[in-house]
């Protein structure tokens, strides 16, 4: 079935500094790709999505890469704040069967002061 | 969250027992989800419902069970035949079961300790 990796697992950065987490997949027939943030005892909110039809997609500072060949792909996030700080999820959704979102293991994002 | 709404936000229970989570939206959407979520893993699939009237297991429903009698509440029971049930429970709903066009939208989730 579909397997989703991302990296890494923890990031630490200083505020204002960019930050980059980067997913794999495995079904090259997967065509959709959101990222999820989650903050501390809460439920994880969408944050941004791309779809295999595009290469990027920006909103302010988040933006998301995809390369279908190589089968990856990442979120950057530009000039960071201390509310970054959360776990971040990547997904893809599994086309074989019924359709499913399969979560990559996460990124716990630390942003200093 | 999104007019998704899980109770408690934490529950206790003894080894042994079976315990009930409630999920409930007013989001009129058709299709809803239960995931478990375990310290430096992702989110993993229990079950899901596209329809009222009917649930499809997801990659670990052993040990859980849900029902779907009406549209806005899709309750899963912990069994005791769950042998590590200590986690967060996370209950999510979308328009319709087509995730590549809508957007799957999350509850708070509820902590289950077992003691």
């Known amino acids: 079935g579909e397997n989703v990796e991302q990296h890494p697992s923890t990031l630490s950065v200083q505020e204002g500094d960019s930050a980059v987490i980067k997913c794999t997949y495995s079904?090259?027939?997967?065509?959709?790709f959101p990222w999820y943030k989650q903050e501390l005892g809460k439920g994880p909110q969408l944050i941004i999505d791309?779809?295999?039809?595009?290469g990027e997609k920006k909103d302010q500072r988040i933006a998301v890469t995809l390369n279908k060949t190589a089968k990856h792909f990442s979120l950057h996030i530009t000039e960071t704040q201390p509310e970054d700080s959360a776990v971040y999820f990547c997904a893809s959704i599994a086309l074989r069967g019924a359709q499913k979102l399969v979560f990559g293991q996460g990124t716990r994002l630390t942003i200093n002061p | 969250d999104g007019g998704i709404t899980q109770s408690p936000k934490y529950l206790f229970r003894k080894e042994g027992q079976n315990v009930t989570l409630s999920c409930e939206q007013n989001l009129n959407h058709d299709a809803m989800y239960w995931y478990r979520q375990d310290p430096g893993q992702g989110l993993r699939l229990i079950y899901y419902s596209q329809i009222v009237n009917d649930f499809q297991k997801g990659d670990i429903a052993e040990g859980y069970s849900v029902s779907r009698e009406k549209k806005e509440s899709f309750p899963l029971t912990v069994t005791s035949a769950q042998k590590n049930p200590t986690a967060f429970y996370l209950c999510?709903?979308?328009?319709?079961?087509?995730?590549?066009?809508?957007?799957?939208?999350f509850g708070p989730g509820t902590r289950l300790t077992v003691l």
């Open positions: 079904d090259s027939a997967s065509n959709y």
């Open positions: 791309i779809r295999s039809n595009v």
């Open positions: 999510a709903s979308s328009v319709t079961g087509n995730l590549i066009t809508d957007t799957q939208y």
